[in-house]
C-alpha cells in the first residue's frame, strides 16, 4: 500500500477516464495497466486510464467519472493504491452533529464555528464535510453533505456514504431515540468506523471501570442509585460526598454534602444563580430535603461520590479537565489541560457558577511550588492510564474524552468523571488557543488512522 497526495482536476470527458500524469501513475503501481477501480467512501468505478505528460502527481477525473463516485471538489488530496488496480480518494469523512436553530450562515447553530475551524484545518488533507441525521439517504447510500468553500462560506454537495464519522451530536435525548440508535448501528454494519458512540452517564464510566485494578486507585468511592442508608454510611466514614444526576452537564442538580459529628448535616447547591447552603439536625431531615426537591425516586437518576479534599487556592478547590484525544498512532495524549478554580461558596467549578480558568502550572506552581512539574506530568501519566482503561472496557470505538481530575494535597490524582463528548470552553482561555488548535488537530489525525489514510512512519 503507498499513500501520497496529488492535484485532482476536472475534464469534460464525458466517458468513465481517468488521466493521471506518469509520476502519479508510478507511485501508485498502475504503469502498464488499462483500466483501474477508483473509490471514494463507499462507492467504486471502474475507468480506463491514461497517461498525461505533466510533472508532479496529478489525477484528471473525467465528467464521468466524478458523477458516478460523486467527487465533491478539485484541489490536493491524498491517495492510496488498497490493491493490484484499486485505488481509492479521500478520506471522505463526515463530522455528525445537528442543531435546533440554523440559518445559512450557521446550518449548526452555535456549533457552526467549531465545525467550520475542524473543516478548515483538514481541507489539504481530506474532504471534509457536516451533516445532520437527516442528511443521511441509506436508500442511496449518499449524504447531503456541507462543505466550506475558499472563502469559508457553506455549500451542499452528494457525496457516499464516508470512510469514517465523528460523532458530536449534542444531544442526550437525542441520542437515546430508536432513529439515532439505529443510524450508529447501519454505519457499523457498513463497516464504517463511528466515533464517539454516545455521551456517558455518570454511572456508566463507574460500571465500565469496576474491576479494572489499572483505574480503581484513582476513582473515588462511588454508587449508583444509592439507598439512605448507603448515603448516610458514605457521608460518615468520609465526612463529605456529591450526590450528583447520573446524566448531568455543566454542574446541574449537584449537592455537596457534609456532616459534621457536633453540628449536623450540611447541604450546599445551586439555584436559581446562587449558591445555598442549608444545614439539618438530622439525615432524615436532609432527605426529606432532597426527596422534596427531586422525588422519593430520584436516587434511581443519582450518583454518591466520596468527595476527596483537593488542592485549594484562596480556600477555593482547584479541579482539572483534561482533553484527551487519541493521535494518528491510536495512541491517548492530552491535548489541552484546564485548571478550574471554584468560585466563593459554590458546589463546583464551572464557570458559570462564578468559577475561574487558569493553566495547570498557574494552578500546581501555587500549591506545589518546586514540585509543580512532576506532579503535572504525573497527572498525565495518570489521564492516559484512566483513558486507556475506559477505551478497555467500553465496546464502541473511541476517539475522545474530557477526564475531569483532582489532585490531593499528597499530589495524588483522583477521576471523578469523564466524558465521551467533552465542551471546549477550556480553550477560550488565552493561554489554551493553541491547545485547542492541536485538539483539531488529533481529530483529524484519529480520523486519517481509522480511514487508514496515514503513514505508518508518522
Known amino acids: 500500500m503507498s499513500l501520497t497526495y496529488c492535484n485532482v482536476h476536472f475534464s469534460q470527458q464525458p466517458d468513465k477516464v481517468v488521466y493521471l500524469s506518469r509520476p502519479l501513475m508510478k507511485q501508485l503501481k498502475l504503469s502498464g495497466k488499462k483500466s483501474m477501480h477508483l473509490k471514494l467512501g463507499k462507492e467504486v468505478v471502474t475507468a480506463a486510464i491514461r497517461p498525461v505528460k505533466r510533472q508532479g502527481n496529478h489525477l484528471y477525473l473525467s465528467a464521468g467519472v466524478r458523477r458516478s463516485i460523486r467527487v465533491p471538489k478539485i484541489g490536493n488530496i491524498q491517495v492510496v493504491n488498497i490493491s493490484d488496480n484499486e485505488v481509492q480518494l479521500g478520506p471522505l469523512i463526515g463530522v455528525l452533529t445537528d442543531s435546533g436553530f440554523r440559518s445559512s450562515g450557521l446550518p449548526f447553530g452555535s456549533r457552526t464555528g467549531f465545525i467550520r475551524q475542524l473543516l478548515k484545518i483538514g481541507e489539504k488533507k481530506a474532504y471534509l464535510f457536516a451533516f445532520t441525521p437527516r442528511d443521511i439517504n441509506w436508500q ?32 442526550r435525548k437525542a441520542e437515546t431515540t430508536t432513529s439515532i440508535t439505529s443510524l450508529r448501528e447501519r454505519f457499523i454494519r457498513k463497516k464504517i468506523p463511528f466515533f464517539n458512540w454516545s455521551f456517558f452517564n455518570k454511572s456508566d464510566v463507574y460500571k465500565l471501570l469496576d474491576g479494572d485494578l489499572e483505574a480503581a486507585k484513582h476513582l473515588p468511592e462511588s454508587y449508583s442509585n444509592p439507598s439512605s442508608e448507603r448515603i448516610k454510611e458514605l457521608l460518615e466514614r468520609h465526612q463529605f460526598a456529591y450526590y450528583k444526576p447520573s446524566a448531568g452537564s455543566l454542574g446541574n442538580g449537584i449537592y455537596r454534602l457534609t ?17 445555598v447552603l442549608l444545614r439539618f439536625n438530622s439525615f432524615n431531615a436532609l432527605m426529606r430535603m432532597l426527596h422534596a426537591r427531586h422525588g422519593s425516586a430520584s436516587s ?28 494518528g498512532k491510536n495512541e491517548w495524549v492530552p491535548a489541552g489541560i484546564g485548571a478550574k478554580k471554584a468560585g466563593r461558596g459554590s458546589v463546583t467549578t464551572h464557570i458559570k457558577n462564578g468559577g475561574s480558568l487558569m493553566t495547570p502550572e498557574q494552578a500546581l506552581g501555587r500549591t506545589f511550588g518546586d514540585r509543580s512539574a ?13 483513558s486507556e482503561a475506559i477505551e478497555r472496557n467500553f465496546p464502541h470505538t473511541l476517539g475522545e474524552l ?13 477521576m471523578f468523571e469523564a466524558n465521551a463528548k467533552p465542551g471546549r470552553s477550556i480553550f477560550k482561555h488565552p493561554a489554551l488557543r493553541e491547545q485547542g488548535r492541536a485538539s483539531l488537530t488529533y481529530i483529524l489525525e484519529h480520523c486519517l488512522y481509522l480511514s487508514r489514510f496515514h503513514r505508518r512512519d508518522n
Open 140 to 171: 442511496e447510500e449518499t449524504i447531503y453533505g456541507h462543505f466550506l468553500n475558499a472563502q469559508g462560506g457553506w455549500y451542499r454537495k452528494v457525496v457516499p456514504l464516508p470512510d469514517v464519522v465523528y460523532n458530536r451530536l449534542p444531544s
Open 259 to 275: 456532616y459534621h459529628p457536633k453540628r449536623g448535616y450540611f447541604a450546599r447547591y445551586r439555584r436559581g444563580g446562587s449558591n
Open 300 to 327: 434511581s437518576r443519582y450518583v454518591i461520590q466520596q468527595g476527596i479534599r483537593l488542592i485549594e487556592i484562596d480556600g477555593c478547590p482547584i479541579d482539572f479537565r483534561f482533553h484527551m484525544h487519541k493521535n
Open 374 to 386: 512532576d506532579i503535572l506530568d504525573y497527572a498525565k501519566r495518570t489521564a492516559v492510564k484512566l
Open 402 to 414: 474530557g477526564l475531569d481530575l483532582g489532585i490531593d494535597k499528597q499530589g495524588e490524582v483522583y
